[in-house]
């Protein structure tokens, strides 16, 4: 399917099966039908036998938790929907709410806006930024270009990241309130029932609830930690002065992240990890290519630790830990604790509400983002999904399209990309080789270093990979991962590639942009077959 119009056609010809509750969508290529008793499932395909459409894959959702009983007289409730939290998830799902009329509050204890834009993603990209800079007037690849800088003034950054915060927190969120019509709640918000909730000694009474408080971050418990003075990284993207020695907890996006800013602006960084392999989860190829250019670059990475304790001495931060037998002492001016986050649930009284929290607090959620308790819906951080603020966003409308649209749309997390924005940056999508392989797919792969792209030669900047795992049966693309400087633009179109399953020849078959790393994409699904370094400039 490519467009509305076959929508139409699809809905249609499912029409005359007489199947209920029809929803086709173009865009995921997806149906979603409920066959009634008597018709048969080989009805369902001859249906589509007079059009162009057929299907590829056909699978039975799980059953749909059904709602209480209970009578929803509107008299009797002050809003249909009441989200708990205002951040990304919440906010999305205002605005869905908007279109079904429904009467909206949302109860917020702290500032508008939830983490991304307040302590996460804007405050930290827009220094990863300011950072990078620095770092390549410091230092850079081209003869004859001579460049230098000054001690960077951390006052006026964190200054002008404030001011951007306050800027984006105003315009994306706080004057939405008022133009959706969205009654605010200011307090802490405390469940006494599946259909109450207290704010405040104030209570407020709704059909449906979503809660999407987010995470904060995790502290673990090593001894010592809580007598030293350690930071986060909601306190560190405040500092006023650059640590000469920053020593780093954890080894996860958080972690990478904020150590590369400081080693950017100055700072010497060690990240300290306790599993063997830095970025475990991806494939091997991904992992080294990543550990070697930070290396590189000057961060310090010690794998494999046991935590003995922490200690602090006037403002020296001792990390006492034992690697590969051998006890070590890392002594740093800042210590910076990154290892997770955790589900912000410990105020909310989920108990009185039937709702099920897993070890970290987080709220379990099935596949139509529905809870324990059919009346209340989860997303975003606060669930055990990915903590991507574009994920909590989409969770937060379709747990509006089933709450109150009773759509029965089930989340798909398939495709979901993720960056971490180092340089080079780190980008992935879709299955690693392992993940493909565990699902049964008869996986192969391409792999292809940056010295084979272009755009890598031209920028003298050749440290990364580009690999691509593909299912050799269908030939479509099953994930796409990547360290590159620009990793993180490119990997939408490869996130596309995964969703929309195209194929290795797609990708090849296709023109890409002579001098752009996007290229690279073109040219690693080349290498399924060919040498890429014995071809003239783009050809196939």
């Known amino acids: 399917m490519t467009c ?18 029809i929803d086709v969508d173009y865009q995921s290529g997806e149906s979603m039908f409920e066959i009634p008793e008597g018709i048969e499932e ?19 959702l799980p059953e749909k938790k059904e709602l209480s009983n209970k009578p929803l007289d509107n008299d009797n409730y002050d809003f249909d929907i009441l989200l708990i939290g205002s951040g990304s998830a919440a906010f999305s799902a205002a605005i869905k709410a908007t279109e079904y009329g429904a009467r909206i509050g949302m109860i917020e204890r702290g500032v508008i806006g939830g983490t991304c834009v307040n302590i996460g993603c804007v405050p930290s990209k827009a220094l990863l930024k300011a950072g990078e800079i620095n770092k390549s007037a410091v230092q850079n690849p081209f003869a004859g270009l001579h460049t230098s800088a000054n001690q960077p003034d951390m006052t006026e950054l964190v200054q002008q990241k404030d001011q951007l915060v306050n800027k984006l927190r105003r315009e994306k969120y706080v004057d939405l309130i008022s133009a959706y019509d969205i009654e605010l709640i200011k307090g802490e918000a405390r469940f006494i029932n599946e259909n109450e909730i207290e704010v405040d000694g104030k209570t407020y009474k709704s059909k449906r609830f979503l809660i999407a408080t987010g995470a904060s971050p995790f502290v673990p418990s ?9 930071l986060t990284s909601t306190s560190l993207l405040d500092l006023k002065e650059i640590p000469k020695r920053l020593t780093v907890l954890g080894s996860g996006f958080i972690a990478m992240e904020l150590g590369f800013l400081f080693n950017n602006l100055g700072s010497k960084v060690t990240l300290i990890q306790r599993s063997e392999r830095l970025l475990k989860t991806y494939d091997p190829e991904i992992s080294l290519s990543a550990e070697h250019a930070l290396s590189e670059q000057g961060i310090t990475f010690i794998k494999g630790v046991q935590y003995d304790g922490i200690e602090q001495s006037d403002d020296i931060k001792k990390v006492f830990i034992t690697v590969n037998g051998q006890r070590e002492v890392v002594e740093s001016d800042e210590l910076l604790v990154a290892t997770g986050r955790k589900a912000n649930t410990e105020m909310l009284n989920l108990k009185a509400a039937h709702v099920e929290v897993g070890l970290r607090g987080e709220v379990k959620t099935d596949a139509y983002c529905q809870t324990s308790n059919p009346r209340i ?3 975003g951080d606060v669930t055990d999904g990915p903590q991507y603020v574009y994920v909590a966003a989409y969770e937060g409308g379709v747990a509006i399209d089933n709450a109150i649209g009773n759509k029965k749309k089930e989340i798909n997390l398939s495709a979901v990309p993720s960056v971490i924005f180092t340089s080079p940056s780190i980008a992935s999508v879709g299955l690693t080789e392992r993940q493909a392989i565990e699902k049964g797919y008869e996986a192969k792969t391409s792999i292809l270093h940056l010295d084979a792209v272009p755009r ?8 990364g990979v580009i690999k691509l795992v593909a299912d050799s049966r269908s030939q479509k693309i099953l994930g796409v991962h990547m360290v590159s400087d620009q990793a993180g633009e490119v990997i939408y179109a490869a996130t596309l590639a995964v969703k929309y399953g195209l194929t290795i020849t ?22 399924f077959d060919k040498d890429v370094s014995k071809l003239s400039c783009c050809a196939n």
Not at 456 to 463: E, G, I
Not at 515 to 523: C, I, S, V
């Open 4 to 21: 509305k119009a076959c929508e139409i056609h699809v809905t249609e010809a499912l029409e005359k099966v007489k199947l209920e509750n």
């Open 42 to 60: 080989k009805s369902i395909y001859a249906a589509l036998e007079s059009t162009p459409y057929k299907f590829v894959e056909v699978n039975e």
């Open 222 to 230: 090593i001894k010592g930690l809580d007598k030293v003075d350690y």
């Open 377 to 379: 819906y989860a997303a």
């Open 456 to 463: 890598a030669l031209v920028n003298f900047n050749t440290y």
């Open 506 to 527: 797609d990708l090849t078959d296709s023109m890409a942009p002579y001098l752009t790393m996007a290229e690279g994409l073109k040219l690693a699904a080349l290498t």
